[in-house]
C-alpha cells in the first residue's frame, strides 16, 4: 500500500483549452491499437465503482465482430451522496463526448447513447444544445458515430450495467447474470461497452495528456485523479478532483468540520470508516470508490444512518432475487427489533452473517454489497444500534 | 378513450413500435396525462404487439411511470442520509401543513403529490427536493413555504 498527500488537481475539469474536439481529431490520426495500448497503459479504471479496467474493455470490444456495436454512457447516477457525473455533463460534456467517440471509432460502433437518470431530465436542453456541436465536427472529421440520450425512468439499479441494458430494450430494470458480458452480449443483443460519464471523460484526459503523465497521478494501484462528491457534516460540500490514494485522516481533516466521527466511502454501497481508522485507511486503494463521501460528525446517529441505508436498499432492490429481496428487509426489521429489545444483542452478529451470504448468494452489485455499510457500522458503532 | 389511442398512435409512431421504445413512448403518455391508466396500456400493449402483463410489469418497475393518477405537480422531497441530516423531516412537515394532506398524499383536485424521494443527487445543497422537473436546493421552511406558496397561487 502506497499513499501520498491530499492533492486537490485540475484534470478533468480543467477548461477546454483546445478547439472544440480536437483531442478526438488529434486521436482519430493515430493507431487504433496503440491507442487502446495507451489506454491500458494508463491504469484508468471504470469511474463508477466496480473499478473494472477500461483499456481491457475496450480493447475486448474492438475484438468482437457485430455488424453493430453499442456505446453507452452511463449516467445513472443513484448512489446516495453522489452528484460528480451531473456537474461533468453540466459544465465540461465535451469531454464526455469525444470519450464516446474515441471509443467508438477504436472499437468500430455507429451508436451511442446517454442513459441519462429521470431525475435529471432538466438537463437535457442544454446536453441537446452540445449534442448538435458534437454532431457536426463529428461530420467534418467524417467520423460514423452518433449520440442520442435515453431518459431512465427512476430506479436505482438500472445503474447496474445489465439491468440499465434491460430497461433500455423495455423490460423491467432487473440485472442479468453475468457472463456473458455486455461486450459480447447486451443491447439488443450486439457487443455494447457501458462506462461511467467520468470514465469517458478521463479517458479523454489520458489521450490528451499521455498514459506517461496520466500514470504519475494516484499511487501504483491506483492511476489517475478522480472526482469525488462530498456532502454531509462538511463546510466544504461539492464535487472535488483529487490524486488517488491519500489517507483518510488527511481528508477528513480538510474536508470536515473538525468533529468527524465517520466516513461513508463509497457510498450506500461503501464503507463507513469509523475515526480510528482513519489513519490506516487510503481511499482509492484496494476498493475502488464511485467518489461518494459522506461525513458525519459525533452528533449524529449511526443507527439512524444504517436505518437510512436499510430503507434505501430495501426499496431499490429489484426484487428479482431472493437474498437480496429478503435480506434487505430483514435486515431492516432485524435493526428495529434489537434497538426495541424484542432481540437480544446478540441477534446482530446473525444479522451480519445473513449480509454476508447476501453477498455470496446475490445475482448483483446491490444485494452483495449491502454487507459494506451493514457490517462496518454495525460493527464498529455496535452500542449506537443497540442503545 | 378515442384521445388516449390517438396518443398512443402518435408516440409510438414517433419512437417506433419495437419493444426498446416502450419507455420513452410511455414517457410521453405520463407527460401527456399524468399517469399511465389501465386503458392507455392496453392500447400500447396493442399497439406494440405484446401483452398488457408486459407493459404494466415494466411500468410498475420505475417510481417515475405511475400507474395510478396522483397530482399534477408531483413533489419529491430527497429522503437519502445527507438530506434527511439537513432537515427533510421539517420541509415535509411545513408542506403537510400547507397542502393540508400526509406525505405520500394527493390533494383533493389532483393539484398535488406530496412525496418522498431516493438521492436526486444534489448533496452537496441539500435538502433538497423536485417539483415535476424543477429542482429546488438549500431548502429551510421558509424558503419551503416561499415556492409551494408560488406554486398554489400562480400555478393550475
Redesign the interface.
Given at each position: 500500500m502506497t499513499s501520498h498527500k491530499l492533492r486537490k488537481v485540475d484534470v478533468i475539469f480543467s477548461p477546454y483549452s483546445v478547439a472544440p474536439y480536437k483531442i478526438l481529431k488529434d486521436t482519430m490520426q493515430r493507431d487504433k491499437n496503440e491507442v487502446i495500448q495507451e489506454l491500458i497503459d494508463s491504469g484508468l479504471r471504470g469511474r463508477g465503482g466496480a473499478g473494472f479496467p477500461t483499456g481491457l474493455k475496450w480493447k475486448f470490444a474492438a475484438a468482437e465482430k457485430s455488424d453493430i456495436k453499442y456505446i453507452i454512457c452511463n449516467a445513472d447516477e443513484g448512489e446516495p451522496g453522489t452528484f460528480k457525473d451531473r456537474k461533468l455533463l453540466v459544465e465540461v460534456p465535451r469531454k464526455v463526448f469525444s470519450g464516446m467517440a474515441i471509443c467508438a471509432w477504436v472499437t468500430g460502433s455507429t451508436k451511442g447513447y446517454i442513459y441519462l437518470r429521470r431525475e435529471y431530465r432538466y438537463l437535457i436542453p442544454k446536453l441537446k444544445e452540445e449534442l448538435a456541436l458534437y454532431e457536426k465536427h463529428a461530420k467534418e472529421f467524417d467520423l460514423d458515430f452518433s449520440i442520442e440520450i435515453f431518459l431512465g425512468a427512476g430506479a436505482y439499479v438500472c445503474g447496474e450495467e445489465t439491468a440499465l441494458i434491460e430497461s433500455m430494450e423495455g423490460k423491467r430494470g432487473e440485472p442479468r447474470n453475468k457472463p456473458p458480458y455486455p461486450i459480447q452480449d447486451g443491447f439488443l443483443g450486439k457487443p455494447t461497452i457501458v462506462n461511467n460519464v467520468e470514465t469517458f471523460a478521463s479517458s479523454t484526459m489520458v489521450f490528451r495528456y499521455g498514459a506517461k503523465e496520466y500514470i504519475k497521478l494516484g499511487t501504483d494501484d491506483q492511476h489517475g485523479s478522480k472526482l469525488f462528491s462530498i456532502s454531509g457534516d462538511s463546510p466544504k460540500e461539492g464535487v472535488y478532483e483529487l490524486e488517488l490514494g491519500m489517507r483518510l485522516d488527511e481528508f477528513a481533516e480538510e474536508f470536515g468540520d473538525g468533529d468527524t466521527k465517520a466516513v461513508q466511502v463509497g457510498g450506500v454501497a461503501g464503507f463507513c470508516i469509523p475515526r480510528k481508522n482513519f489513519k490506516d485507511t487510503i481511499i482509492g486503494e484496494g476498493n475502488t470508490t464511485g467518489g461518494s463521501t459522506m461525513i458525519f460528525n459525533s452528533t449524529r446517529s449511526m443507527y439512524n444512518v444504517l436505518h437510512n441505508y436499510l430503507e434505501f436498499y430495501a426499496e431499490e432492490s429489484c426484487g428479482q432475487c431472493t437474498p437480496c429481496r429478503v435480506g434487505t428487509q430483514q435486515l431492516l426489521k432485524g435493526i428495529e427489533a434489537v434497538k426495541n429489545g424484542t432481540k437480544p444483542p446478540q441477534y446482530l452478529d446473525n444479522l451480519i452473517k445473513l449480509s454476508e451470504t447476501m453477498k455470496l448468494t446475490s445475482k448483483c452489485g446491490l444485494g452483495q454489497s449491502v454487507t459494506n455499510s451493514f457490517s462496518s457500522i454495525v460493527n464498529n458503532f455496535r452500542e449506537e444500534i443497540l442503545f | 378513450m378515442a384521445e388516449v389511442k390517438e396518443l398512443v398512435k402518435k408516440l409510438s409512431k414517433k419512437y417506433g413500435k419495437t419493444?426498446?421504445?416502450?419507455?420513452?413512448v410511455?414517457?410521453g403518455i405520463v407527460d401527456e396525462e399524468n399517469c399511465l391508466s389501465k386503458a392507455a396500456m392496453r392500447e400500447v400493449a396493442q399497439e406494440m404487439d405484446i401483452s398488457a402483463a408486459e407493459v404494466y410489469?415494466?411500468a410498475s418497475?420505475?417510481?417515475?411511470?405511475n400507474t395510478k393518477e396522483d397530482g399534477k405537480y408531483k413533489i419529491r422531497v430527497c429522503?437519502?442520509?445527507?438530506c434527511?441530516?439537513k432537515g427533510k423531516q421539517e420541509l415535509i412537515k411545513v408542506m403537510e401543513d400547507m397542502l393540508k394532506v400526509k406525505l405520500g398524499e394527493t390533494t383533493q383536485g389532483k393539484r398535488f403529490s406530496l412525496l418522498e424521494?431516493?438521492?436526486?443527487?444534489?448533496?452537496?445543497?441539500?435538502p433538497a427536493m423536485?417539483i415535476n422537473?424543477?429542482?429546488f436546493t438549500e431548502l429551510t421552511p421558509e424558503k419551503v413555504r416561499e415556492i409551494l406558496g408560488d406554486y398554489i397561487r400562480n400555478k393550475y
Open positions: - | 419493444r426498446e421504445n416502450l419507455i420513452p410511455l414517457q410489469g415494466t418497475f420505475f417510481s417515475f411511470l429522503k437519502s442520509i445527507t434527511d441530516m424521494t431516493n438521492c436526486i443527487g444534489l448533496c452537496d445543497k441539500g423536485l422537473d424543477e429542482f
